[in-house]
T-cell receptor, first 112, second 113 residues
Framework: GENVEQHPSTLSVQEGDSAVIKCTYS??????FPWYKQELGKRPQLIID?????GEKKDQRIAVTLNKTAKHFSLHITETQPEDSAVYFC???????????FGKGTRLSVIA | DAGVIQSPRHEVTEMGQEVTLRCKPI?????LFWYRQTMMRGLELLIY????????DSGMPEDRFSAKMPNASFSTLKIQPSEPRDSAVYFC???????????FGEGSRLTVL
């Protein structure tokens, strides 16, 4: 089955700097890669996703890149703000009837 | 729609007691998932249903755990008997298709003393 590794487990950045979180997956058949954000005491919520037919996707200050050959994908947050502080989860799956497999999460702290 | 609704939000119980967690998915969603979240293991998939039918329960840790979905608008996760190592946040999530966007409930924080 699919296995997703996520790094780093914790990340601290100064406000205004960029943050990068990286994930690798094991199943080359996987083709859907979402990212979820979980604020303290809240539920995880989808912030961006990418499918395997594209290499990059942007939404304002966040972007995701995908390298299918290397089986890794990354989340990039630019101009970080204190409200970006949260735990971020990557996930992967093969579209169809298989559920998401999540990485173990990255706790991002943005220091004002 | 009010989103995925879970109850109770918090549960404190003693070892050996039965625990029942409840979930109401978003209307029209055909997939329902139960996840367990701990610091050590992250988000673990316990079981998921498609159109009320259990598809994969390989993530259920032991026979003490069971889950049902008697209709499209209700699911339960039961632990009997509960143990301290079951302490975690249990999330229910639903989606329109298995790899569509997952909508999580607020979670049920379980503490077993």
């Amino acid at each position: 089955g699919e296995n997703v590794e996520q790094h780093p487990s914790t990340l601290s950045v100064q406000e205004g700097d960029s943050a990068v979180i990286k994930c690798t997956y094991s199943d080359s058949a996987s083709n859907y890669f979402p990212w979820y954000k979980q604020e303290l005491g809240k539920r995880p919520q989808l912030i961006i996703d990418i499918r395997s037919n594209v290499g990059e996707k942007k939404d304002q200050r966040i972007a995701v890149t995908l390298n299918k050959t290397a089986k890794h994908f990354s989340l990039h947050i630019t101009e970080t703000q204190p409200e970006d502080s949260a735990v971020y989860f990557c996930a992967a799956t093969l579209s169809g009837n298989t559920p998401l497999v999540f990485g173990k999460g990255t706790r991002l702290s943005v220091i004002a | 729609d009010a989103g995925v609704i879970q109850s109770p939000r918090h549960e404190v119980t003693e070892m050996g007691q039965e625990v029942t967690l409840r979930c109401k998915p978003i209307s029209g969603h055909d997939y329902l998932f139960w996840y367990r979240q701990t610091m050590m293991r992250g988000l673990e998939l316990l079981i998921y249903f498609n159109n009320n039918v259990p598809i994969d329960d390989s993530g259920m840790p032991e026979d003490r755990f069971s889950a049902k979905m008697p209709n499209a608008s209700f699911s339960t996760l039961k632990i009997q008997p509960s143990e301290p190592r079951d302490s975690a946040v249990y999330f229910c999530a639903s989606s329109f298709e298995s790899t569509g966007e997952l909508f999580f409930g607020e979670g049920s924080r379980l503490t077993v003393l």
